[in-house]
C-alpha cells in the first residue's frame, strides 16, 4: 500500500530535550515536505527535498533542521525544542518532474507535537 | 501571506444541498490543486486544474478556475454527512520557489 508514514503520532516532550520525527514514504517519490499546522494560520512549509542530497527552506524553518540521506526517508529534527513548536506536523511526498505544481501530494497521518 | 485564501472559512449545510467554496490567490500559477482534511488527519488530494483549463469534474465535485479574476470554486453537490471536513485550495508561484502554498481552508460542515 502506499503511505507516507510519520513517527511518532504523539509527542509530549519538555523545552531543550533534542527529537526527530521520522517520515517514510514507499512510493519512490523525488521531493518531501514537512508542514505544520496551527490554528489560525494554516499549513505553513518548514523544508522541502526535491531529490536525494537536496534541502531547502520554505517559510518557517526557523529551530528545524532536515536531512535526505536516502531517497524514501526525510527526518525532521528539533535541536532545542521550544513551546513555540508546539504543533501539529505533516509530512508529504510527490512524484513532480520538474515542479511540484504538475502533482499530488501525499500526506502522511500527522504527528501532534507538545513542548512543555 | 497565504497564495490561497478560501472563502467562507466555515460552512454549515444540510445532507443532500450543494457546498460552494471560493480560493482566490494572488500571483500567477501553474496548477491549482484541492485538497481534504478529516478532522486531525493528513490531508487527501481531490482535484488538480490546470491553468488553461476553467472546469474540471471528478464524481460529485466540479471545479472552476478563472485566472483572470485570481479564484478557484469547489462545489460538491448532493452533499453527504462524509464530506464533513476541511477544504483547502494550494498552488504554486510561477516564479517561486518548489513549494505547494495551501490557504487557511473552508470548514464544511454536513447536517443529517
Known amino acids: 500500500e502506499a503511505q507516507v508514514t510519520q513517527n511518532p503520532r504523539y509527542l509530549i516532550t519538555v523545552t531543550g530535550k533534542k527529537l526527530t520525527v521520522t517520515c517514510s514514504q514507499n512510493?519512490?517519490?523525488?521531493?518531501m515536505s514537512w508542514y505544520r499546522q496551527d490554528p489560525g494560520l494554516g499549513l505553513r512549509q518548514i523544508y522541502y527535498?526535491?531529490?536525494?542530497?537536496?534541502?531547502d527552506k520554505g517559510d518557517v524553518p526557523e529551530g528545524y533542521k532536515v536531512s535526505r540521506k536516502e531517497k524514501r526517508n526525510f527526518p525532521l529534527i528539533l535541536e532545542s525544542p521550544s513551546p513555540n513548536q508546539t504543533s501539529l506536523y505533516f509530512c508529504?511526498?510527490?512524484?513532480?518532474?520538474?515542479?511540484?505544481?504538475?502533482?499530488?501530494?501525499?500526506f502522511g497521518e500527522g504527528s501532534r507535537l507538545t513542548v512543555l | 501571506s497565504q497564495q490561497g485564501e478560501e472563502d467562507p472559512q466555515a460552512l454549515s449545510i444540510q445532507e443532500g444541498e450543494n457546498a460552494t467554496m471560493n480560493c482566490s490567490y494572488k500571483?500567477?500559477?501553474?496548477?491549482l490543486q484541492w485538497y481534504r482534511q478529516n478532522s486531525g488527519r493528513g490531508l487527501v488530494h481531490l482535484i488538480l486544474?490546470?491553468?488553461?483549463?476553467r472546469e474540471k469534474h471528478s464524481g460529485r465535485l466540479r471545479v472552476t478556475l478563472d485566472t483572470s479574476k485570481k479564484s478557484s470554486s469547489l462545489l460538491i453537490t448532493a452533499s453527504r454527512a462524509a464530506d464533513t471536513a476541511s477544504y483547502f485550495c494550494a498552488t504554486v508561484v510561477l516564479q517561486g520557489a518548489q513549494k505547494l502554498v495551501f490557504g487557511q481552508g473552508t470548514r464544511l460542515t454536513i447536517n443529517p
Open positions: 500571483t500567477s500559477i501553474n496548477n
Open positions: 512510493m519512490n517519490h523525488e521531493y
Open positions: 527535498s526535491m531529490n536525494v542530497e537536496v534541502t
Open positions: 508529504a511526498s510527490g512524484h513532480h518532474g520538474t515542479s511540484v505544481s504538475n502533482g499530488e501530494l501525499f
Open positions: 486544474i490546470r491553468s488553461n483549463e
